[in-house]
């Protein structure tokens, strides 16, 4: 081979050489964790009633759960969070800022919403300028509520009996969370909301709706197609309003808590916390 053959096969060799070295050293593409997310699923405390099994909660300003909430509070706040984000619509949150600045001031009394029992109390407590309002609940592209009523489906194919069956999960769930409310404390209720069977036990609930109706009909499959929607709206809005460095606190309905934490995982986003570490039942083993 020609002398000047050889320089340039040795000069693409050497060109491939780097290039390929280059590409292993090059970082990865996939995000890493830049922020630490705690989900706190709550009851809801002033008993909206909104759905399907409800748990009933005696009054939370009376002197003995005003004493749990606050030892829950002082608990969670232990995780120092830089925000907290709640169940409020996004569009009141001028309203909710007020609502807040009034509170911590003293000025105004806490209602007995979960977002203001634990998230003012927690937000004031760490010298937050507020809380923010993340929640989204909408019908989104679904533009037909009867594609996503499921109890019309089944009427229409004769599932009564699956869904006499899933009822009775879902309330024997619920009576023991009315049983852990009243015989035990705020923080009894929200370790139970919180542990991994009562997550597994409520996301299996939702498959359970999945099922009703049919291939052609699928109008369980389209419900929890709006309800996972709804999951990921709340979990954009909470990821913009996530800089480097945070550590969010979520409070929000338990039943939010399997898709919300899962989005949280699965981004790569996040460091995801375990809940149980900082609610007070775990506070002696910290």
Not at 83 to 100: G, H, N, P, R, T
Not at 137 to 152: H, R
Not at 174 to 181: F, G, H, I, P
């Amino acid at each position: 081979m020609p002398a000047m053959h050889r320089r340039l096969a040795l000069s693409l060799i050497a060109t491939a050489l780097a290039s390929a070295g280059a590409a292993a050293a090059a970082p990865p593409t996939d995000p890493q964790p830049d922020a630490d997310f705690l989900f706190v699923g709550s009851f809801h405390m002033d008993n909206p009633g909104r759905d399907v099994h409800n748990t009933r909660a005696d009054d939370v300003l009376a002197d003995k759960r005003q004493r749990e909430i606050a030892q829950v509070a002082e608990a969670i706040a232990r995780f120092k969070p830089t925000k907290i984000m709640v169940e409020a619509q996004v569009a009141s949150q001028a309203k909710l800022d007020d609502a807040f600045a009034a509170s911590c001031h003293g000025k105004r009394p806490l209602t007995r919403d979960e977002s203001e029992q634990l998230g003012f109390r927690i937000a004031c407590d760490q010298k937050l300028p507020g809380v923010i309002a993340v929640d989204w609940n909408d019908m989104g592209p679904i533009k037909d509520e009867a594609s996503v009523d499921y109890l019309q489906a089944i009427e229409r194919h004769g599932q009564q009996a699956q869904r006499a069956a899933d009822m009775a999960a879902g309330k024997a769930k619920a009576d023991e969370d009315q049983r852990t409310l009243a015989n035990g404390t705020i923080g009894d209720m929200l370790v139970r909301l919180n542990s991994p069977e009562w997550i597994q036990a409520n996301a299996r609930a939702y498959f359970r709706i999945g099922l009703y109706g049919t291939a052609d009909d699928p109008i369980g499959a389209n419900w929890d197609m709006l309800w996972y929607g709804r999951n990921l709206m709340i979990f954009n809005n909470i990821v913009r309003k996530t800089e480097p460095g945070d550590r969010v606190l979520v409070i929000y309905g338990a039943g939010h808590g399997n898709w919300l934490r899962q989005l949280a995982a699965d981004s790569g986003k996040y460091r995801l916390q375990d809940t149980q570490r900082w609610l007070p039942q775990a506070a002696a083993s910290k």
